[in-house]
């Protein structure tokens, strides 16, 4: 059984490193995008903030359906559908007792129907799907977030506003990659993982 | 960043109120959403609406009101709006006939607008959609997210709009909307950046005499930089891309749109349509059926221009584009 608790715990800390990180976030996305990924997602973590603060969830499905529903309506952008669509798929899964990849798994289903992206396109997809394998096997750390993270700098883009660059797309790190990498450290940090 | 603004993320909001306050006859601001919907009775016809980032003004909140979009849902700045307000933007809209979407082809705004068609479908109301996709300077491949929507979006709200108040059903708009979405063809050029307030710095740098030839509306990169020209010049690049996708022939009938990116003056953009028309109409012998000129589809303080072709298949299409309409920007 996955703990709601530490789950909220994740969520408020994926939320402050999205938020203490915006900038950067920003600077990936103008250079393959429309700079515009940490603002967007910042103004979803501190929505989720507003909603999160105070609260305490007995469910897990009711957490990550706020969650969700929250990041679909205030962050907008291409990220918002997509990271709101993963936690409203991860809502689903909490039903059934799922374990922690099995949640993850559902969240990248939920990424993978509104977005219609495969690995190797330069998206987050890129970061959750081998996230999915590293949680399965155990060996999720920050050195190999880091280590999927970067794989996607030799990808080109095939979906998103990064597609109209082609070639140029090469050598840039993807943004929803890097932002999806800040979920899975919070993660680890909110201690998860361990469960 | 040198900008009349208060705070960066107050602009979107006060912009909009600012907006309906000015044209209180025409539009009015739904309460507590981004929504711009005209002032008109209501009357069992089909309601249009469109929306996206917002920094494209005066699209789309300018083209509300009588005969053209019935309803404008405006995003973050170059952010698509969420699915939310875009369903309050349906909701607004709906007079029982169903509602058709505008949307532009940017990931975001594609899949905030299909889950509001979800949502609205939920509320029992019909929604039918067009990806307007006419920029030609991104290739259309699997290998991209597809041709970008741009300035052409603004006739496509013209024709809908002037079909929607003459009593089409949403299934005739439909397929009209798909007719012309084939016909419709831009291509733009930046002679400058721009500034999104809430960046506070250019999206991309050009040289001082450099230009790059087929950016994006949001700054997107084009696929060439270039020391600038004179304006027949640049004309002459565009209207050899446009004569490779469209293939004319000698007195085809078509409406033209220089469109300016909100930088660049009135005075430059009539200076370029002189040269549009020398090179379509002069040497290529076209019929240049139909004319504007001006800011339709900027995108914030960039400065260039885009040169929008729509090949006329209908004459019923010319009768749309020259019908009367009353919104702020047409
Ligand atoms: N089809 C897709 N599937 C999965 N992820 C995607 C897809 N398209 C884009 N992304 C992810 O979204 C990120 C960009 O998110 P961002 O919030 O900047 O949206 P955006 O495209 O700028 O939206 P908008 O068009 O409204 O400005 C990319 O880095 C990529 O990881
Ligand atoms: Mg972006």
Redesign the pocket.
Known sequence: MVDVKKVQSWLTLFGEKVTENKEHLNQL?TAI??G??GS??TRGAAAVKEKLDGQSYDELTDLFKDVGMVLVSK??????P?YGSAFISMAKEAKNDADLSQLITAGLDG??K????KTG?????DMWSPVIDSIKDGSLSDESIDEILQKTKDMKAS????SYLGDRSIGHI????QSSAYLFQALIEAGVINE | MKKIINEPDHVVDEMLNGLAFAYDSLVTRIPETTVIARKVEKSNKVGLVSGG?SGHEPSHAGFVGKGMLSAAVA?QV???PTPDQVLEGIKAADEGAGVFLVIKN????VMNFDMAKELAELEDIDVEFVIVDDDIAVEDSTFT?GRRGVAGTVFMHKILGAAADSGASLSEIKELADKVNEQLFSIGLALSPATNPEVGKPGFELEDQEIEFGIGI?GEPGYRRETLQPSKELAKEFVTQLKKEMNWSEGDRYAALVNGMGATPLMEQFVFMNDVKKLLVDDEKLDLAFRKVGDYMTAIDMAGVSLTLLKIEDDQWLDYLNAPVDVIGW
């Open positions: 996305d995008g429309d515009d990924h967007n997602l962050v907008g952008g291409a990220s918002g997509l990424i993978v509104r977005g219609n992206a396109e330069k998206t987050m997809v979906k998103g506003r990064a993807d943004p929803g990659a | 980032g995003g170059f952010t698509s940017y990931t975001g705004d997210a949001h």
